[in-house]
């Protein structure tokens, strides 16, 4: 049986989507009586080909049967990527209805792990747990974020950090993008954690405390590994561009390389050495 937090999680997650579609890009008429965007439940439902009664309690978040081929005929509707269609069969399938719990005790990465991050000279790593908390990184790293060992242990949430801390905001040139990234890639875990007790007091602070972090989480974007393209601002080495790539690292604790690579036909990599030389 699916938990309370996994169908409210998914009645959010449905919503967000619909309004993200203008009806006139899928044939219907935009209207004068629209009193929000996107479109509306009936309109889902007939270009899922179901009932406006059984996906109304879908999104409802009612407790009801469905199979994956009537998933993928919603998922269809709302026009959902791949990610987007794990998200989704993550919270609405039996068989995923297992609520995960996720390990709240400090992390250390293997010796093997931290020989691979150092040898990274010149590409700023973090090495992150399912919570996003830093449990890894490289000297690149602390040149251009922060220096990670003067951050207490319990303070060390990449989430957290990207709104509290007023150094990654003045470094990124498009913050919202980045972090909207690192947003999205948390919610690949809540699907997996959702209605884990750590995952519903960690996203009640973040909303309490930071308007734009509610905002950002109830547009409801979701990926297991964003590719960003991004734009920073030194206060030491001046314009720095990076593209960011994640990779998972299997094992019982879900740990990802978050890995900044240095834009081709650039400057980046030579203000990163002499910022590390100096």
Not at 59 to 80: K, P
Not at 160 to 165: G, K, T, Y
Not at 188 to 194: A, E, I, L, Q
């Amino acid at each position: 049986m699916n938990s309370t937090a996994k169908l409210q999680a998914l009645s959010a997650f449905l919503k967000s989507q619909r309004a993200k579609i203008a009806p006139e890009t899928v044939g219907f008429p935009v209207g004068t009586r629209r009193r929000t965007p996107g479109l509306r439940r009936e309109e889902v439902a007939q270009l899922a080909g179901v009932s406006t009664t059984w996906y109304t309690w879908l999104e409802q978040g009612r407790d009801i049967q469905a199979s994956q081929s009537v998933l993928d005929c919603v998922a269809s509707a709302l026009r959902m990527n791949a990610d987007e269609r794990k998200y989704l069969y993550s919270l609405a399938l039996e068989d995923g209805s297992a609520i995960h719990h996720a390990e709240t005790e400090t992390l250390k990465i293997s010796p093997a792990l931290q020989k691979i991050i150092t040898g990274l000279e010149h590409c700023p790593t973090i090495v992150s747990d399912r919570m996003c908390n830093i449990v890894g990184w490289n000297e690149a790293a602390r040149h251009v974020f922060l220096d990670f060992e003067r951050i207490p242990t319990d303070e060390r949430n990449m989430i957290r950090l990207l709104f509290s801390r007023r150094e990654f905001r003045r470094l990124a040139v498009n913050w919202e993008q980045f972090a909207n990234g690192f947003l999205s890639m948390f919610r690949s875990y809540y699907g997996r954690y959702v209605g884990d007790e750590w995952y519903e007091q960690f996203l009640a602070e973040m909303t309490a405390a930071y308007p734009e972090f509610k905002a950002m989480w109830e547009h409801g974007q979701v990926s297991y590994a964003p590719e960003v393209h991004l734009e920073f601002r030194h206060a030491k080495a001046g314009k720095m561009v990076y593209e960011l790539t994640s990779l998972s690292v299997y094992g019982k604790d879900d740990l990802r390389f978050s890995i900044y690579t240095p834009a081709p036909e650039t400057t980046t990599e030579a203000k990163l050495r002499r910022l590390m030389e100096q």
